[in-house]
């Protein structure tokens, strides 16, 4: 009885994990305003990077994919209190959201969380933390 219990647990928090990545997309989509909806472009993909701005590892990534921006669009779910006038100055490409306004996804437990997605929303490739690799594994999902 115990294995069936721990089975069914394990079925139900696999399905709901999977679930849940694939829905940030259609979430995060929902909360781009008009303004912001103009620096997407008809791309085939978009990486959502869900982050804190004062954490380095975050923004070495938004530094790093800055290389994707003509390949991909990049949408920033960012959970700091600073003013993002200055991110938003110098990543000019990239939608910033308050990760607070998303009521929908929870506030993570580790940063950054990359979600790269094609243009119908399916979730291709996911990443916790940033490492040099990560653009790489990025490039590879892309077409050429």
């Not at 139900?12 to 999977?18: A, F």
């Not at 009521?103 to 933390?129: A, M, T, V």
Request: hydrophobic share 35%; with cysteine.
């Amino acid at each position: 009885m115990k294995n069936i219990l721990f089975s069914f647990s394990f079925l139900l928090i696999l399905n709901y994990s999977v679930y849940s990545q694939e829905k940030i997309y259609h979430d995060v989509v929902k909360y781009i305003n008009a303004s912001q909806k103009d620096k997407l472009s008809d791309k085939k993909y978009t990486i959502i990077i869900i982050s804190h701005s004062e954490c380095g590892h975050c923004l070495i990534a938004y530094d790093r994919i800055k290389q994707l921006e003509n390949k991909i669009n990049i949408i920033i779910i960012d959970y700091s209190n600073l003013k993002k006038e200055d991110l938003k100055s110098k990543y000019k490409s990239y939608v910033f959201l308050n990760g607070s306004d998303i009521k929908e996804i929870s506030f993570p437990d580790f940063f950054p969380k990359l979600y790269l997605f094609d243009k119908r929303g399916n979730l291709i490739w996911k990443k916790k933390g940033w490492f040099e690799k990560n653009l790489k594994q990025i490039n590879s999902k892309l077409p050429i």
